[in-house]
């Protein structure tokens, strides 16, 4: 594929940025609308709060097509609403079933199989999870309960353990065709509760588009108390 045609895809990909809110959802253009005013609209989804200056949709694009054409490893899209910002990564490691994908800034973010493990550079980060029991039952599209563990330091620089219950099942189907990512999916809601120590009534819901192989090339993963939510999707 030509650096123009990369280009071109990964635009039309981006303009469909909406799909974030994790409903299902199409690539197909809207000919009384322009891409650009397309993917601001899309990219106001995520930074839903009054007075937010959204990023840049052309110059995203363009940065995603760079990314996808110079690179054969996986690329992904990040999303921080909390911190007003998002950017797109490129794979700079893998180590077994773990992927980090990091950016020029040198903030990393590492998944297994589509599931955050681990967080550096973005304050109060994750620093290691255990999530093989969810990710089973949410990669399966099955219902199903287990725990996870997430870990972080203290303001001592102690590690303390987020080890919460959580309750997965499904929750529709959907279509994702973002960047080079074209498939049917399964949504899955994983709703988690702490129960103990200083995470005591700690909620949250992660939702994810599900390939029917297995593949989750769609997120919305809470990672911590500071960042919240960050919004995860594939581009290849």
């Given at each position: 594929?030509?650096?123009?045609?990369?280009?071109?895809?990964?635009?039309?990909g981006?303009?469909?940025?909406?799909?974030?809110?994790?409903?299902?959802?199409?690539?197909?253009?809207?000919?009384?609308?322009?891409?650009?005013?397309?993917?601001?609209?899309?990219?106001?989804?995520?930074?839903k709060?009054?007075?937010?200056?959204?990023?840049?949709?052309?110059?995203?694009?363009?940065?995603?097509?760079?990314?996808?054409?110079?690179?054969?490893?996986?690329?992904?899209?990040?999303?921080?609403?909390s911190?007003?910002?998002?950017?797109?990564?490129?794979e700079?490691?893998?180590?077994?079933?773990?992927?980090?994908?990091?950016?020029?800034?040198?903030?990393?973010?590492?998944?297994?199989?589509?599931?955050?493990?681990?967080?550096?550079?973005?304050?109060n980060?994750?620093?290691?999870?255990?999530?093989d029991?969810?990710?089973?039952?949410?990669?399966?599209?099955?219902?199903?309960?287990?725990?996870?563990?997430?870990?972080?330091?203290?303001?001592e620089?102690?590690?303390?353990?987020?080890?919460p219950?959580?309750?997965?099942?499904?929750?529709?189907?959907?279509?994702?065709?973002?960047?080079?990512?074209?498939?049917s999916?399964?949504?899955?809601?994983e709703?988690?509760?702490?129960?103990?120590?200083?995470?005591?009534?700690?909620?949250?819901q992660?939702?994810?588009?599900?390939?029917?192989?297995?593949?989750?090339?769609?997120?919305?993963?809470?990672?911590?108390?500071?960042?919240?939510?960050?919004?995860?999707?594939?581009?290849r």
């Open positions: 594929m030509s650096p123009k045609s990369t280009l071109r895809s990964s635009t039309i981006l303009v469909a940025l909406a799909c974030l809110s994790l409903a299902a959802c199409s690539n197909r253009q809207n000919n009384d609308l322009s891409t650009t005013d397309m993917a601001k609209g899309a990219l106001a989804a995520i930074f709060r009054e007075g937010v200056k959204t990023p840049d949709p052309n110059a995203l694009a363009q940065q995603a097509a760079s990314i996808l054409a110079n690179t054969s490893g996986q690329v992904i899209l990040l999303a921080i609403p911190r007003d910002a998002v950017t797109v990564m490129q700079i490691e893998r180590n077994g079933p773990y992927v980090t994908f990091g950016s020029s800034d040198r903030r990393s973010i590492t998944l297994k199989a589509g599931i955050v493990t681990a967080t550096r550079g973005l304050g980060d994750l620093l290691s999870s255990d999530v029991a969810v990710s089973a039952i949410i990669r399966a599209r099955k219902v199903g309960e287990a725990y996870r563990v997430n870990r972080y330091l203290d303001g620089n102690i590690t303390v353990a987020l080890d219950y959580c309750q997965v099942k499904p929750d529709g189907s959907g279509q994702v065709a973002l960047g080079e990512v074209h498939t999916t399964t949504r899955m809601l709703s988690c509760i702490a129960d103990k120590d200083e995470f005591r009534d700690t909620t949250f992660n939702s994810y588009q599900v390939s029917p192989g297995g593949r989750i090339v769609q997120s919305r993963q809470w990672v911590s108390p500071l960042n919240g939510y960050i919004v995860i999707q594939s581009l």
